[in-house]
């Protein structure tokens, strides 16, 4: 395999290279065109992939992957004039005489590993970004969603040459494998755990990454809230995929004036959406028995340790239903671990202060949801936290505005996605200055008594 995947990665480079003058706005746009008419036209065998791979029901992979990526894909390609185009830039008064420009540049050959829990669309969004600002990508889907991961070759295969984009698939010895090679950028999403990983292995040849991580995204439902749009948004956000979701709910604060309320509200509405729990043909699946025995043994951990369960719909096999968890403390895994998975701890307060202390003890966040109708209390929560992204009366859906840059804070991300800032992420943006008529030269050596007055000249400028 490793000779295979070194003879692809030579091909592809020799292929990247000789097509680098010429790649422009036409074949960029015709790639994008080409990559559209294939997932449209496997619709129908995306759905099935991911019930194969995950017991997805139909409606949330057309919510979850399908649509993500076919947006994408259509912003692209009606955006892409416009973010290839050089950016002037004003000159300062050192280079007054030049013309500067910004001019967006093909990385070259990339890297795009992509994560099981949104495995199609977590697959062809960086892949549109990649092909946008003019590389050729190599993608590895993961090995946890074989279905997907081989419709995505299929895909690939069908609609690219292979000097362009190719599909490497494996498990954990064939990413080793790529993350050897010299990629001019890599784009992971994962774990931080992994990222570390993929950021040392980068280190080796220097190339820039993109790493879109995760992380325990609080959420905030203060005294002031809409409850039942709280509710709403909040059952969306953490069971959508079964909480497999790097942006969803990890655990709930809830101010202790609403929070007997607020559970009320937000069971009802669990039981509205997800009504015979586990079994629900609503509920997608856990993606594999090891990830259902973790969260299995995260509750086990928590009851044997004190915590209350509110809400519990059950467990079997790969299908848990939602669970709410009450009284935890920082010594039980949940409080330690990302969930990634459809068990929601509940912890109510009275102080925002110690609410905002406690978020900044942590790792910054990828995202940051409030709930609340006080302006000025979302506004001082926003300012003095930081995070990859904050959702105010709303879960997730910031993930789908391809006009907002989505990214991680260190441990939860580095570089962002999506929009324009994807094809900024596979970008180099080269500066070009043009000589018009400098005076440079007048104050080029000897430095005699002219020089050196106007060297005065230029500081009493500068005051």
Request: aromatic share 4%.
């Given at each position: 395999m490793n000779q295979s995947i070194a003879t692809l990665f030579a091909r592809m480079k020799a292929g990247n290279d000789a097509r680098r003058a010429d790649f422009g706005l036409a074949d960029r746009r015709a790639a994008l065109d080409?990559?559209?008419?294939?997932?449209?036209?496997?619709?129908?065998?995306?759905?099935?992939?991911?019930?194969?791979?995950?017991?997805?029901?139909?409606?949330?992979?057309?919510?979850?992957?399908?649509?993500?990526?076919?947006?994408?894909?259509?912003?692209?390609?009606?955006?892409?004039?416009?973010?290839?185009?050089?950016r002037r830039v004003w000159p300062t008064l050192a280079t007054f005489g030049a013309s500067g420009r910004i001019e967006p540049q093909p990385r070259g050959t990339c890297l795009i590993i992509a994560p099981w829990n949104f495995p199609f669309q977590l697959a062809l969004g960086p892949l549109v970004?990649?092909?946008?600002?003019?590389?050729?990508?190599?993608?590895?889907?993961?090995?946890?969603?074989?279905?997907?991961?081989?419709?995505?070759?299929?895909?690939?295969?069908?609609?690219?040459?292979?000097?362009?984009?190719?599909?490497?698939?494996?498990?954990k010895t064939a990413a080793e494998t790529l993350l050897a090679l010299p990629f001019d950028h890599i784009f992971f999403t994962g774990s931080p755990a992994v990222g570390r990983i993929v950021m040392a292995a980068a280190a080796k040849t220097l190339a820039s990454v993109t790493l879109e991580l995760g992380g325990k995204s609080p959420v905030i439902v203060g005294p002031d809230a809409d409850l039942k749009r709280a509710a709403d948004w909040i059952t969306f956000g953490k069971?959508?995929?079964?909480?497999?979701?790097?942006?969803?709910?990890?655990?709930?604060?809830?101010?202790?004036?609403?929070?007997?309320?607020?559970?009320a509200a937000l069971r009802a509405r669990i039981a509205r959406a997800y009504g015979s729990g586990e079994a629900s043909p609503h509920l997608t699946r856990i993606v594999s028995l090891s990830h259902?025995?973790?969260?299995?043994?995260?509750i086990a951990d928590a009851v044997e340790k004190g915590a209350r369960l509110p809400l519990a719909s059950g467990l079997d096999g790969q299908s848990i239903g939602p669970h709410l968890i009450e009284n935890t403390t920082p010594d039980m895994r949940l409080s330690q671990e990302e969930i990634f998975?459809?068990?929601?701890?509940?912890?109510?307060?009275?102080?925002?202060?110690?609410?905002?202390?406690?978020i900044n003890a942590q790792d910054k966040p990828l995202a940051l949801y409030i709930f609340d109708g006080d302006r000025s209390r979302v506004e001082e929560i926003t300012r003095r936290t930081t995070s990859g992204t904050v959702g105010i009366n709303l879960t997730l859906l910031h993930y789908t505005h391809l006009n907002l840059p989505f990214g991680g804070v260190n441990t939860s991300g580095i570089g962002a996605a999506h929009g324009q800032a994807g094809f900024r992420a596979f970008s180099h943006e080269r500066a070009v200055l043009r000589n018009r008529f400098l005076m440079l030269p007048l104050l080029f050596p000897p430095y005699g008594p002219r020089v050196m007055r106007l060297i005065g000249l230029v500081k009493r400028v500068l005051g």
């Open positions: 080409r990559l559209a008419d294939v997932v449209r036209r496997n619709e129908a065998a995306i759905i099935a992939a991911l019930k194969a791979d995950l017991g997805r029901p139909e409606a949330e992979t057309i919510l979850t992957d399908y649509l993500p990526a076919l947006q994408e894909i259509v912003h692209a390609r009606r955006q892409l004039r416009r973010w290839m185009r050089p970004s990649c092909l946008a600002a003019g590389n050729a990508a190599i993608l590895k889907p993961s090995e946890l969603t074989p279905a997907t991961s081989a419709l995505v070759a299929r895909i690939v295969a069908e609609t690219f040459p292979p000097d362009l984009v190719a599909v490497v698939e494996g498990d069971f959508v995929n079964a909480g497999q979701t790097c942006i969803a709910p990890d655990h709930l604060y809830v101010h202790a004036t609403v929070k007997e309320a607020f559970v259902a025995a973790r969260l299995s043994d995260l998975g459809p068990i929601l701890p509940v912890l109510p307060y009275t102080d925002t202060d110690a609410v905002i202390a406690a």
